[in-house]
């Protein structure tokens, strides 16, 4: 085991995100140095681990704690520390708190969800289909559906979109906003929350809002401020990352049109490349929420010492040589595919099989709708997304 000397503290992120390409570095990083010193532009000192074994083990070894986070100078993207809520907890009270919305999020329930999504979908295509091309996927399709979906799911009015959504951006936001309007944003966002939970008292619901409050007043699991901020993160985050996969699951194929052509003819390999794009495409524009070692813990050939960060990158797991044969090549056959990209251990998404099932019935649409989809511009022009935690398109002009 060794220590690195202070010398080879890294900055961090190494750059801009370049549209889904991932920075070559941490292809050097895995093979030469696989746990590393680096430095947010705020926050403590950090490792980062971009090995496949290493952040599986940092993401599902009880040594290494997000709780730990509460109180420090957490390695950070933006000047502003946010309040993690569940995701700043450990067991128990995380299972506590995870317990009661997981329900909500089973296989059983998501499947009973397909058919009301696949209607939205067709009904949003179609939309799309009348308007004509060129037409902005981002817009017709990838915004209104994960919205409509997380509506129905949690209880809360669609009509309300487009405040909700605005305000989620500052759940995602590193120097898109300023700490002004982040605090602005949050703060409206758990002023609606805090309004809707008041009228399901007097009018109870079977949605999960409705649950949410039950447990809050008939058996008191959930104190009032988490009811507010569970219910608030679930809606942000339950649309935010499935907007934004949308475009770049879809940009993706199309910039690889051989394995467009490889969907079309085979419509079975839909789940199949789900997990494969979510393998492929780096959501993450950095890395961000830390563990801390709760012990000295040796990883990677380093030694950890009890009480420093770590971060991890997905996206660089995602691309271990180690774990994936051509882990740099789009394969919608990949049969052994152990990606992370919904996470891992007691913080996995707990919303994965609704986002599964979200993608999949978007590609299935556009490929029986839209068979000759492609690029309405050159994609050079096209514009991305900055400022934020994940990395995806403003718009995606698409033809037909």
Request: hydrophobic share 40%; glycine share 6%; net charge negative.
């Amino acid at each position: 085991m060794t220590e690195a000397p202070e010398t080879t503290v890294r900055r961090y992120p190494f750059g801009d995100p370049d549209r889904l390409n991932l920075d070559p570095h941490y292809a050097r990083l895995r093979r030469e140095e696989p746990l590393t010193r680096i430095r947010m532009p705020f926050g403590e000192p950090a490792w980062l681990a971009t090995r496949h074994a290493d952040v599986r083990t940092v993401l599902g070894d009880p040594r290494f704690s997000r709780a730990a986070s509460v109180g420090r100078d957490e390695p950070r993207n933006t000047p502003r520390q946010q309040e993690g809520g569940i995701l700043a907890m450990d067991p128990p009270e995380h299972t506590r708190l995870r317990r009661l919305v997981a329900k909500a999020f089973t296989a059983r329930r998501v499947e009973e969800l397909r058919p009301r999504t696949r209607q939205v979908t067709a009904e949003l295509v179609d939309g799309m289909l009348a308007a004509g091309a060129p037409a902005d996927l981002v817009h017709h399709l990838a915004t209104p559906l994960p919205i409509r979906v997380i509506c129905d799911l949690l209880g809360v009015p669609v009509t309300d979109q487009d405040l909700f959504h605005t305000w989620s951006e500052a759940i995602v936001s590193t120097t898109s906003l300023s700490p002004e309007r982040v605090q602005d944003y949050i703060d409206n966002l758990f002023a609606y929350m805090g309004e809707l939970i008041a009228r399901r008292r007097e009018q109870p619901t079977d949605d999960l809002i409705g649950a949410m409050v039950r447990a809050r007043d008939a058996d008191d699991r959930l104190a009032e401020d988490e009811v507010v901020r569970l219910a608030a993160g679930l809606l942000a985050a339950g649309h935010e990352t499935t907007v934004t996969q949308i475009p770049n699951f879809v940009y993706a194929l199309l910039t690889h049109p051989d394995e467009w052509d490889r969907l079309r003819a085979r419509p079975e390999l839909v789940p199949d490349a789900v997990e494969e794009l979510m393998r492929f495409v780096p959501l993450g524009a950095s890395s961000a929420f830390a563990r801390y070692a709760l012990e000295d813990v040796e990883l990677g050939g380093v030694l950890v010492r009890a009480g420093e960060p770590v971060l991890v990158s997905i996206s660089s797991a995602n691309r271990d040589e180690t774990v994936f044969v051509e882990p740099d090549r789009l394969d919608l056959t990949r049969q052994a595919n152990p990606h992370l990209g919904f996470g891992h251990g007691v913080h996995h998404c707990v919303g994965a099989q609704l986002a599964r099932m979200e993608l999949q019935v978007v590609l299935e649409t556009l490929i029986a709708r839209t068979p000759g989809l492609r690029l309405a511009v050159p994609e050079s022009e096209l514009a991305w997304k900055s400022g934020l935690l994940v990395r995806g398109l403003l718009a995606l002009p698409v033809s037909w």
